[in-house]
């Protein structure tokens, strides 16, 4: 499976949970007992088993914006590229 | 095998668009006005028109929209920005014009402004976003709110014999000549969300095409004034809103559907 990390910009979440509710994965968790600059309890990524795949659907619902996602190019994805850019 | 996951190793599949200035908005948490601000930025980006866009913010919550995109904008009175817009765009007819603008705004008090700015064949494009409700000035009564929906004005619901029935706004800018292009699409779920975007990137081909009006409605959501939680807020628009407020292509003229 493609390895995926996403990296959340905490004082710009305001906790809408959205994020949370969509992901496949059921990585991104609302951070309880944490508050941010804003006053919300943030999202956060909570991942020990390396389960997301970056897929970005997080990234797509997050109204404010908060969320990059990486993911890992493999060998594979690397060698199709090339051949579609030649 | 160790692996070693650090970002700069890995591909960026998906960031803050270039065309977004990077300042938190003033949105209530779970308000889908982000997402169409995030759709919209992309959608410059990936058309290249930054340098050439010229934004007209409404009156209502995203009045403060001119702060929030990196290109340049002016924000018109209650309801004017497609009177604003025709100014900007007859007189800078090289820029791209995008008027992006509430329910409150544009079915209400900008009725008239909307609708003969379609009839006329303006060569700009507006984002309307239908929350069907007033956000901004604390939930009242919109022209879009739904039959029995309890508003701040309407604390017993919506009485359709008092107030009337809905507007659909899409369906009747549909009947001018000079609209282009005018969709309905929905914020509500991430496949929606996709549909939406590409919805917006064929509004603004058809400005740059010079081939009439666009609009591109958007149904969201507005969870403080409905009293309901952001993803409760999701599911109100798909079970409440869709069947009053019907997803599709109400226009699209020949000559669009060839760009």
Known sequence: MTMGRIIINRDRCKGCTLCSTVCPQNVIFMAENQLNAKGYHPAMLVDPDGACTGCAVCAVICPDVCITVYRETTQRTKAVREAVTI | ?259
């Not at chain 2, 340098?51 to 009175?77: H, K, M, W």
């Not at chain 2, 004005?153 to 009485?159: F, K």
């Not at chain 2, 549909?174 to 990137?201: E, P």
């Not at chain 2, 599911?235 to 760009?259: C, Q, S, T």
């Open chain 2, 1 to 259: 095998m160790e692996l070693v996951m650090t970002p700069t190793e890995m591909q960026v599949v998906y960031e803050h668009p270039r065309s977004l200035a990077d300042v938190p908005t003033r949105y209530c948490p779970g308000c889908t006005h982000g997402i169409a601000h995030r759709l919209l930025a992309e959608a410059i980006d990936e058309l290249g028109l930054l340098e050439r866009t010229i934004l007209v913010a409404p009156v209502g919550c995203s009045v403060f929209a001119y702060e929030y995109f990196n290109a340049d904008a002016c924000q018109a009175a209650h309801g004017r920005a497609p009177a604003m817009a025709t100014g900007v765009k007859r007189m800078l007819p090289e820029n791209i014009v995008i008027t992006y603008q509430g329910d409150g705004d544009l079915v209400s008090i900008g009725a008239a402004e909307i609708m003969h700015a379609a009839a006329r064949g303006e060569q700009i494009t507006t984002i309307f976003i239908n929350n069907a409700v007033y956000g901004m000035t604390g939930g009242q009564m919109a022209p879009t709110s739904l039959p029995g929906q309890k508003t701040t004005s309407s604390p017993l619901g919506r009485d359709t014999h008092l107030t009337g029935a809905p507007i659909r706004m899409s369906e009747v800018l549909a009947q001018f000549d000079g609209a282009a292009y005018i969709v309905r699409r929905s914020l509500h779920d991430v496949a929606n969300i996709r549909k939406a975007k590409k919805a917006i990137l064929t509004a603004l081909k058809v400005q740059m095409a010079g081939l009439g009006f666009s609009m591109v409605e958007l149904l969201s959501s507005c969870p403080t004034n409905w009293g309901i939680a952001p993803e409760k807020a999701l599911d109100w628009i798909e079970e409440n809103m869709i069947p009053h407020f019907p997803l599709g292509d109400y226009k699209v003229r020949d000559d669009v559907k060839a760009l």
